[in-house]
C-alpha cells in the first residue's frame, strides 16, 4: 500500500519535470525568437533595397514594409525586437539602404542613424537656374517654380553670407556634384550650392577682382557670359579679354547668350532680329555694359580665365562652327569672318552645333556638340 508520503514525494517529482519543461520550452521559444530575429534573413544575399520610412509612420507598417521586400523574415518578430530594445522611438524619417544579409540590429542602427541614401546631382558648368531648377522638380526635389522664388528672394539670400548679398543667385549656384538625401529641403540645396561657392571664392579673387576695378558680382557676370560663349577651354582667356577691351572702350558686348537668357521663358531656340531688339536687362545689343547680372553659373576656368583675361587688342570674335572661334581686331576683319564662316551656308553645313547635336541624337556613341550656344557673337 502506497503511503501518504510516498504520494506527495511523486507529485512533487511530477511538478519539479512539468516546471522544467515549461522552462525548456520557454527557453527554446526565446532561442527560436532571437535567432529568427537576430540573424539575417538571407546571410549570402547582399542586393541592397531602398526604404523610405515616413515622419511618424508607425512601427507595424514599417515592419511589413520590410518583410514584403524580404529584407526580414517575419515582421511581428522584428516589430517585438523593436519594441524590447526600445529602438521604435529612436527611428528617423529619410530613405536607408538596407539588405537582406544584415541582422536587426544592424538594421535598426541604420534606421536610427538619420544618414539616409545620398543620391548625385550635377550642375554643369554654364547652365542656368531654369535648367538647374527643371533638373530639381524633376529628381523629386520640390517644384521648380518654387526653387526660382527661392532663388530670387532678398531674405533667404541676405542669410547666406554672400557680402553684398547679390539680387538673384543666379552665378552663385556653383557646378559641382552634390549628394542630397531625399529628406533635403530646397533651401538646404540652394545653401549647399552657395556654400561650395564661397569656398571657391577666396581672398585673391576679391583682390583680383579690385585690381580689375570689376565688383565680385561684375566678376561672375562676365565669368558667366564667357563660360557660355566657348566650349573651348583654351578659349575663355581670349574671350574674356575682347569683353574687356569692350568694356573698356564702352562698346556694346552684343552677346547672343546674354539676349537669349533675357527672353529665356519664350526662347525657342532660335535667335530673331526682333530679339536683339528687344531692351530687356540682359540684351546686350541694347545695354552699353554688363547685363543686369550672371547669365548662368560659371566654373572655376571661366572664372580664373575672367580675372586673368588674355591681353590682346581682339574686340571681335566668330563662331567657325566647330567649338571654336576667329578672332580680329577691327569691324571690317569681323565682316569678313562673319562673310567666311556664317553667311556662306556651305562653310555652316553640318558643322554647326545645332548639326551636331542632331547627329548625335541619331548615331551611337557621338562626341556631344560644343557648348557654344550661338552661330555668330559680337557682330
Given at each position: 500500500?502506497?503511503?501518504?508520503?510516498?504520494?506527495?514525494?511523486?507529485?512533487?517529482?511530477?511538478?519539479?519535470?512539468?516546471?522544467?519543461?515549461?522552462?525548456?520550452?520557454?527557453?527554446?521559444?526565446?532561442?527560436?525568437?532571437?535567432?529568427?530575429?537576430?540573424?539575417?534573413?538571407?546571410?549570402?544575399?547582399?542586393?541592397?533595397?531602398?526604404?523610405?520610412?515616413?515622419?511618424?509612420?508607425?512601427?507595424?507598417?514599417?515592419?511589413?514594409?520590410?518583410?514584403?521586400?524580404?529584407?526580414?523574415?517575419?515582421?511581428?518578430?522584428?516589430?517585438?525586437?523593436?519594441?524590447?530594445?526600445?529602438?521604435?522611438?529612436?527611428?528617423?524619417?529619410?530613405?536607408?539602404?538596407?539588405?537582406?544579409?544584415?541582422?536587426?540590429?544592424?538594421?535598426?542602427?541604420?534606421?536610427?542613424?538619420?544618414?539616409?541614401?545620398?543620391?548625385?546631382?550635377?550642375?554643369?558648368?554654364?547652365?542656368?537656374?531654369?535648367?538647374?531648377?527643371?533638373?530639381?522638380?524633376?529628381?523629386?526635389?520640390?517644384?521648380?517654380?518654387?526653387?526660382?522664388?527661392?532663388?530670387?528672394?532678398?531674405?533667404?539670400?541676405?542669410?547666406?553670407?554672400?557680402?553684398?548679398?547679390?539680387?538673384?543667385?543666379?552665378?552663385?549656384?556653383?557646378?559641382?556634384?552634390?549628394?542630397?538625401?531625399?529628406?533635403?529641403?530646397?533651401?538646404?540645396?540652394?545653401?549647399?550650392?552657395?556654400?561650395?561657392?564661397?569656398?571657391?571664392?577666396?581672398?585673391?579673387?576679391?583682390?583680383?577682382?579690385?585690381?580689375?576695378?570689376?565688383?565680385?558680382?561684375?566678376?561672375?557676370?562676365?565669368?558667366?557670359?564667357?563660360?557660355?560663349?566657348?566650349?573651348?577651354?583654351?578659349?575663355?582667356?581670349?574671350?574674356?579679354?575682347?569683353?574687356?577691351?569692350?568694356?573698356?572702350?564702352?562698346?556694346?558686348?552684343?552677346?547672343?547668350?546674354?539676349?537669349?537668357?533675357?527672353?529665356?521663358?519664350?526662347?525657342?531656340?532660335?535667335?530673331?532680329?526682333?530679339?536683339?531688339?528687344?531692351?530687356?536687362?540682359?540684351?546686350?545689343?541694347?545695354?552699353?555694359?554688363?547685363?543686369?547680372?550672371?547669365?548662368?553659373?560659371?566654373?572655376?576656368?571661366?572664372?580664373?580665365?575672367?580675372?586673368?583675361p588674355a591681353v590682346h587688342h581682339y574686340l571681335y570674335f566668330v563662331s567657325k562652327n566647330d567649338g571654336t572661334h576667329i578672332f580680329t581686331g577691327t569691324y571690317e576683319e569681323h565682316s569678313k569672318a562673319v562673310a567666311q564662316f556664317q553667311i556662306d551656308r556651305k562653310a555652316r553645313e553640318g558643322k554647326s552645333w545645332r548639326d551636331l547635336k542632331k547627329r548625335a541624337a541619331t548615331t551611337p556613341n557621338t562626341p556631344t556638340a560644343p557648348k557654344t550656344e550661338?552661330?555668330?557673337?559680337?557682330?
Amino acid at each position: 500500500m502506497r503511503t501518504l508520503s510516498s504520494e506527495r514525494g511523486s507529485t512533487k517529482v511530477t511538478v519539479a519535470v512539468f516546471s522544467l519543461l515549461i522552462v525548456a520550452v520557454l527557453f527554446a521559444g526565446i532561442g527560436f525568437f532571437f535567432n529568427s530575429t537576430l540573424q539575417p534573413y538571407q546571410p549570402q544575399n547582399t542586393a541592397r533595397e531602398i526604404i523610405e520610412v515616413g515622419k511618424g509612420q508607425a512601427p507595424a507598417a514599417i515592419a511589413r514594409q520590410l518583410e514584403g521586400m524580404q529584407i526580414i523574415r517575419s515582421a511581428k518578430l522584428f516589430l517585438y525586437y523593436g519594441k524590447l530594445k526600445g529602438a521604435w522611438g529612436k527611428i528617423k524619417a529619410g530613405e536607408y539602404e538596407l539588405s537582406p544579409s544584415m541582422t536587426a540590429t544592424q538594421i535598426f542602427g541604420i534606421l536610427e542613424s538619420g544618414i539616409s541614401v545620398s543620391r548625385p546631382f550635377l550642375v554643369r558648368e554654364g547652365e542656368n537656374s531654369y535648367e538647374i531648377a527643371a533638373q530639381i522638380e524633376a529628381k523629386g526635389f520640390g517644384s521648380k517654380d518654387r526653387f526660382l522664388k527661392l532663388s530670387r528672394d532678398p531674405a533667404f539670400i541676405s542669410a547666406l553670407g554672400l557680402n553684398p548679398p547679390p539680387a538673384t543667385l543666379e552665378g552663385y549656384l556653383y557646378p559641382d556634384t552634390y549628394l542630397l538625401q531625399r529628406k533635403m529641403t530646397q533651401e538646404d540645396i540652394l545653401k549647399a550650392m552657395v556654400k561650395r561657392f564661397q569656398s571657391a571664392w577666396g581672398p585673391n579673387d576679391e583682390q583680383k577682382a579690385h585690381e580689375l576695378g570689376l565688383t565680385r558680382d561684375q566678376v561672375i557676370t562676365l565669368a558667366s557670359i564667357v563660360e557660355k560663349e566657348t566650349g573651348a577651354p583654351e578659349e575663355r582667356p581670349i574671350i574674356a579679354g575682347v569683353f574687356h577691351n569692350r568694356l573698356t572702350k564702352k562698346m556694346k558686348l552684343q552677346s547672343d547668350p546674354t539676349t537669349i537668357y533675357g527672353i529665356w521663358q519664350k526662347y525657342k531656340g532660335n535667335l530673331h532680329k526682333s530679339d536683339l531688339l528687344d531692351p530687356t536687362p540682359y540684351n546686350t545689343y541694347t545695354v552699353a555694359a554688363l547685363p543686369a547680372g550672371p547669365i548662368s553659373n560659371p566654373g572655376a576656368e571661366a572664372i580664373r580665365a575672367t580675372l586673368n583675361p588674355a591681353v590682346h587688342h581682339y574686340l571681335y570674335f566668330v563662331s567657325k562652327n566647330d567649338g571654336t572661334h576667329i578672332f580680329t581686331g577691327t569691324y571690317e576683319e569681323h565682316s569678313k569672318a562673319v562673310a567666311q564662316f556664317q553667311i556662306d551656308r556651305k562653310a555652316r553645313e553640318g558643322k554647326s552645333w545645332r548639326d551636331l547635336k542632331k547627329r548625335a541624337a541619331t548615331t551611337p556613341n557621338t562626341p556631344t556638340a560644343p557648348k557654344t550656344e550661338v552661330e555668330t557673337t559680337n557682330h
